[in-house]
Nanobody
Framework: QVQLVESGGGLVQAGGSLRLSCAAS????????MAWHRQVPGKQRELVAA???????NYADSVKGRFTISLDNAKNTVYLQMNSLKPEDTAVYYC???????????????WGQGTQVTVSS
């Protein structure tokens, strides 16, 4: 079982920056990929950015050039550096990871509890 703990959300003015962190804990697993999603009330959860254990990244078009995702493999921690924030970035941000069990070889997806990001205009 993998637990994800997010931190770093908050309130910021438009144009400002925030850095989200998400640490994965547990035993007997290997992380293949970690990602950040976001969701606003009444809308589907959407992918913001993802990174594989080999460092391959992808971003939603709406955040390209403003957000940077990075993964510290040694700490099983993913970061999302968010710059030039806009009011439309306001959402609950969720961390998730795909982790493979050493014992069974199966890969499961895990989610964090979410952290609120609010960007004021």
């Amino acid at each position: 079982q993998v637990q994800l703990v997010e931190s770093g959300g908050g309130l910021v003015q438009a144009g400002g920056s925030l850095r989200l962190s998400c640490a994965a804990s547990g035993t007997g697993f290997s992380i293949n990929r970690m990602a950040w999603h976001r969701q606003v009330p009444g809308k589907q959860r959407e992918l913001v950015a993802a990174v594989t254990d080999s460092g391959i990244t992808n971003y939603a078009d709406s955040v390209k050039g403003r957000f940077t995702i990075s993964l510290d493999n040694a700490k099983n921690t993913v970061y999302l550096q968010m710059n030039s924030l806009k009011p439309e970035d306001t959402a609950v941000y969720y961390c998730n990871c795909n982790a493979a069990s050493y014992r069974t070889g199966t890969t499961n997806r895990y989610w964090g509890q979410g952290t609120q990001v609010t960007v004021s205009s």
